[in-house]
């Protein structure tokens, strides 16, 4: 066993939880939670759907490594919980975790600091999203503002498809994100660290069947060809990794994220989508996917993340104020 890594304590491996990407969570966590044991980490699955969190504390937990996804894990109130506790977590804290899951939210944010992301109207309708239609052109993208992997994502191409479109994001959150649609080319990156010593993965450019990179072909099909090196033209990698670690730092993210992006087919400009602060590990996932490329095994990926575990108010706690 590793002595550094026995150090890291006990550490409980948040899966599964209440959101719709349950799922995947489990998936996540399972693997995560193999990582760290064959790391020699002292690591055990704990599902907050089944358990309640306060059992972290007198079970005698220090770390937790978070592979929960979308509302209630990935949205600032696990990690809200985990400050109360006093037990480090791996990612985003509070403020930016609640930032990132909200689309809208992040898209004014990057907007007002300068950051290109596509035109957007906010909507609470049908008729809201048909006008939106109008103004924004076609194709258009409407989702839930705070949901992830496609949940509830429809392209709409002709006016006819907004009340649908707008029902299906509705079942799912109250605030629904009408978003231009970018045609061109799909890239992710990720980014490992906190503050000027973030840096971001090789890009991985995304080829989906008949270019719909939905629930079903990201995580169960194995038609999606994820291109690393992307092949883009030259300077363009570089381009795109430092304006997303400008994204990654205007949320105050930290620890590890990845971002979506899409490149404008004719203008090659990069538009900023959305950045996930409790990335995906499966076997599908893509942060894996771009570490392998940098030379990061996917239990090595595994122990920086939970290296990198803090408190937002750590020193504050220290300080005996707290």
Sequence with gaps: MNPLNANSGKVAVLMGGASAEREISLMSGQGVLQALRSQGVDAHAFDPAERDLSELKRDGFSRCFITLHGRFGEDGTVQGALELLGIAYTGSGVMASSMAIDKVMTKRLWRADGLPTPGWRQVDSADATEQAFVELGSPMIVKPAREGSTIGLTKVGALGQCQAAYALAAQHDSEVLCEQFISGDEVTIAVLGSGASARALPLIRIIAADGNYDYQNKYFTDTTQYLVPAGLPAGEEEQIQQMVLKAYRSLGCRGWAR??????????????????????????????????????????????VLQLATLDYADIAVMGVA
Excluded at 263 to 276: G, S, V
Aim: hydrophobic share 40%; glycine share 6%.
């Design 259 to 304: 971002a979506d992006v899409m490149i404008d087919r004719q203008t090659r400009q990069p538009f900023l989508l959305e950045i996930n602060t409790s990335p995906g590990m499966t076997g599908h996932s893509l942060v894996p996917m771009s570490a392998k490329a940098a030379g990061i095994s996917y239990p090595a990926l595994c122990l920086q």
